[in-house]
């Protein structure tokens, strides 16, 4: 037979060529396409949920596994850091990483900057800060979690500086690098702020989680998560997986405030 995807010869079910199934006509019947559609959502939950219970319960084996060739029962990790990406871009219950404008004027090395670009634009669009900064906060609701998949490349090289000794692959720091930031992005911005609201509503009390208790808060359960994911991976001692934990985030925050944030403020003004 001859494939009719790329007109290679066939021997079998599938083209040895391109690898496109031979079909026949018992698989034009409605029983088949209800098959491949179960088989598919079942599929689908099967390695959305031990790649999930892994990556919470496990830091580190995600990435061990996938970079040792053991990735059949994983949702691919990339795909699944989009998948939650476009979650949090559907479903933003807090601000998260989508600053008003003027919180940009405060960030570090870069406020008197930013501070200047948006005096220009005041004086050459002729609008008060008030009117520019409602056009910069619709406009960097989306972008600013769109560029979120910046953090996966920006967070390389923060592996590859604590470990570069290790000579490991791009290809695995990069995996490593999509496991933190899948933790990151699906604890913090998507799973905290129902939890929150949840504390907010038994306790009756907005204000008893401040702001900086919220911070100091996530940034622990950061610093043991990454810590733990470091001992698996790179089989520390846990004293020294710990300090490598605690500077990783450090330079993870940075990255974030410095350059994610810039980057967000220069897109989005851009785009007004």
């Not at 179960?38 to 892994?54: A, P």
């Not at 008197?112 to 050459?124: A, D, F, L, V």
């Not at 470990?163 to 913090?188: C, G, M, P, Q, S």
Request: hydrophobic share 45%; charged share 20%.
């Amino acid at each position: 037979m001859e494939c009719k995807n790329c007109n290679a010869e066939v021997n079998g079910k599938y083209c040895n060529h391109c690898g496109q199934k031979v079909y026949t006509e018992e698989d034009k019947s409605v029983k088949k396409l209800f098959g491949e559609a179960v088989h598919f959502i079942t599929h689908f939950e099967g390695k959305f949920f031990t790649t999930l219970k892994t990556l919470f319960l496990h830091p580190g084996k995600l990435s061990k596994d996938y970079s040792n060739g053991l990735r059949q029962k994983y949702y691919k990790p990339v795909s699944f850091y989009l998948l939650v990406v476009v979650l949090y871009l559907v479903f933003p219950l807090f601000s998260g990483l989508n600053m008003e404008m003027k919180y940009y004027k405060n960030i570090r090395f870069t406020g008197p900057y930013i501070s200047g670009q948006i005096e220009k634009r005041i004086q050459q669009e002729n609008l008060t800060e008030a009117q520019l900064a409602e056009k910069f906060h619709q406009k960097s609701q989306s972008t600013s979690k769109i560029l979120l998949l910046l953090l996966i490349p920006f967070t390389v090289p923060l592996l590859w500086l604590l470990y570069f000794y290790k000579k490991r692959h791009l290809f695995d720091n990069f995996i490593l690098a999509t496991e933190i930031n899948i933790f990151y992005v699906l604890a913090f911005y998507l799973l905290f702020p129902p939890l929150y609201l949840a504390i907010i509503r038994i306790t009756n009390s907005p204000s008893y989680l401040t702001e900086g208790k919220i911070s100091f808060l996530l940034s622990v359960i950061f610093i043991v998560y990454v810590s733990v994911l470091f001992r698996k991976v790179f089989m520390e001692k846990w004293w020294i997986a710990l300090v490598k934990g605690f500077l990783f985030v450090c330079l993870h925050t940075a990255m974030l405030t410095i350059i994610y944030k810039t980057i967000v403020f220069e897109v989005t003004f851009a785009l007004l």
